[in-house]
């Protein structure tokens, strides 16, 4: 067996997920640990949270690919009595490597937004952009394998994306849905895009109130599942190193992070 250290898994990620696909704005890549530094266990995270360092302390894992960056905004007083600073602490005291991809796991291919809508089985899934083969846009458009009418549909999503409720801005019903366009996390700032294909259904993982109006206005119709239903990363990337790490007889093991990192709970 030929030991692995960060860099390799590193490497691995960025050719699957290139950082140039993330946005401008986004803070993908390494943001804990040393990149020589050698690894063992690997945990696949939606989040890096007080309770996902906590299972991976417990589990003895030494590694965590996140989805979402945990150093996102500077650091201007390191109080550990704020809960987040006492879990940076504590990835630091047991020497935890993280690294972040973000943005560039929702547009590339293979990435997020094809994780989900093979999760509603869509047809003929592609970017709703693409510029000399390469998705300008992290949004995904397909069709469902046949026609729903407006409770079957719902009904239909709650299923596929394991959901009990789902929230839905709708001026009007409209007769069946079937061409549908995905945005796993945030998506208020597609609404020039959603407005150009046309969707008989938009879902996206994250609305405000206000953007909700808009689209309500421009007689959208548009379902919020939440951003937790990004928490398809962990089992997606989990089972791709393991396979990469099998394939190449790297002796590492990978799991999939259960801990729940979603702060709504409907009551």
């Not at 796991?105 to 083969?133: F, K, Y």
């Not at 953007?211 to 990337?237: C, K, M, S």
Request: net charge negative; charged share 25%.
């Amino acid at each position: 067996m030929t030991d692995i250290i960060f860099q390799d898994l590193i490497d691995f990620l960025d050719e699957k997920f290139p950082k140039e696909l993330a946005e401008d704005w986004d803070k993908v890549g390494l943001h804990f640990g040393m990149r020589q530094r050698p690894i063992k266990k690997v945990m696949a995270a939606l989040d890096a949270r007080p309770a996902t360092i906590e299972e991976a302390i417990q589990s003895e894992v030494d590694t965590l690919i996140v989805h979402h960056p945990p150093l996102f905004s500077a650091i201007k007083q390191f109080d550990l009595e704020e809960p987040i600073h006492e879990m940076y602490a504590q990835i630091i005291k047991h020497d935890l490597n993280i690294y972040a991809m973000h943005t560039n796991v929702d547009r590339a291919e293979g990435g997020m937004n094809d994780w989900l809508a093979n999760q509603l089985g869509l047809e003929s899934v592609h970017p709703t952009g693409v510029e000399e083969g390469v998705p300008t846009s992290i949004a995904r458009i397909g069709q469902l394998p046949k026609p729903l009418n407006h409770d079957q549909l719902i009904n239909y999503l709650k299923k596929q994306l394991k959901l009990d409720h789902l929230t839905l801005i709708q001026k009007n019903e409209k007769s069946v849905y079937q061409k549908i366009m995905i945005v796993g996390g945030a998506g208020s700032s597609l609404i020039d895009e959603v407005r150009e294909v046309e969707p008989d259904c938009y879902i996206t993982g994250d609305l405000t109130f206000h953007d909700a109006q808009e689209f309500y206005e421009y007689d959208l119709t548009v379902i919020d599942a939440g951003h937790y239903i990004e928490h398809i990363f962990n089992e997606e990337i989990a089972t791709l190193v393991n396979d990469w790490a099998t394939t190449n007889n790297y002796p590492i093991e990978v799991i999939a992070s259960k801990a729940s990192t979603d702060p709504f709970k409907i009551v």
